[in-house]
């Protein structure tokens, strides 16, 4: 029997070498990326500093981009760069959730697996690849579609489009190419994939309990989708879209090669003209000069800091979700 005054000893659970080298290789693995992100963003900064303390809060309002001249800023292309991946994820988001909800609740067996190596194909498909398909394809098909809703919905100042009478069918249709609307069509053709597979893994997992008690209280498929698959797979549904978000800001060579660069605030998606940051940098990058690079390399950190905030967003959105949880009854 241990004296009274012997302390009760503190039991430590032995998880050995495995559990402690594998809890290490996580913990190095987050670090690292956590550090890599800080020394990119620490670069950036570094490099942009001198555009910066040169142009102020002027960088965010200013429309104009002359570095040599000391007059430039991100207003234009900043817009420009929200309003195509806006575009993106309005065309992606319903074409990924309906290929997700096929392929996981629909497709027959001997199928299914065909269809995701598909969608997994299409995100691996090069940029450029689609940049020159939305070019020289996709692009005279989609005029038509352009020119319909400018007649018919162009009282929306979002659809209005100068320099065209709606009323006139011989109006020349150059005012429609290399807009918001096709870069923003195109765009969402390389980030649905990335939606779709999110999407369609969340929908996979959804408890087959509640599956079949929602079918053994009378549900029809479509019924058994609204009040169990798509609760449960809410936060997927948002995370998957704000990653296409990120996707969809950051993309370059397929705007590039699709828009028609322009420094002014373009709000008409359906008009001729438009700019990103992206394609901002790589269009300035080979002919810059200091001052101009350390623009650049503002405009670079401001994409970042968007796209950061994006994905913080879309964390935060998917914890507070119910997505893992149960679905509602």
Known sequence: MAPADDPPR???????????????????????????????????????????????????????????????????????????????????????LGTALYISEYAPPRIRQTLVSVVDLMAAVPSVVYGLWGLFYFQGHVL???????????WI??????????????????????????????VSLMVAPIICSVVREVFSQAPVGEREGAYA????????????????GKGGMIGGTMLGLGRALGETIAVVLIISPVFVIQPHILQNGTSSVSSLIALRYGEASP???????????????????????????????????????
């Open 10 to 96: 503190r039991l430590h659970p032995d998880r050995g070498v495995p559990d402690r080298v594998f809890r290490g290789i996580l913990r190095g693995g987050g670090g690292l990326v956590l550090a890599i992100m800080l020394l990119v963003g620490g670069f950036l900064t570094y490099r942009a500093w001198q555009a910066l303390s040169l142009a102020k809060w002027d960088f965010v309002t200013t429309e104009v981009w002359e570095p040599e001249g000391g007059n430039f800023g991100i207003a234009a292309v900043l817009v420009g760069t929200l309003l195509i991946a806006m575009v993106a994820i309005l065309f992606a988001v319903p074409l990924a």
């Open 144 to 154: 038509t579609l352009s020119r319909w809703i400018s007649t018919y919905f162009g």
């Open 157 to 186: 100042p979002l659809f209005k489009v100068d320099g065209t009478d709606p009323a006139d069918p011989l109006s020349t249709a150059t005012v429609y190419t290399s807009s918001t609307f096709i870069a923003g069509m195109v």
């Open 217 to 232: 209280l009378g549900a029809n498929r479509w019924g058994m989708i609204r009040s169990v698959v798509l609760p449960f």
């Open 291 to 329: 001052l101009g690079m350390s623009a650049l390399m503002a405009a670079g950190l401001a994409l970042f800091l968007m796209t950061l905030v994006v994905n913080f967003a879309a964390s935060s959105i998917v914890a507070r979700s119910r997505s893992g949880a149960t679905s509602d009854s």
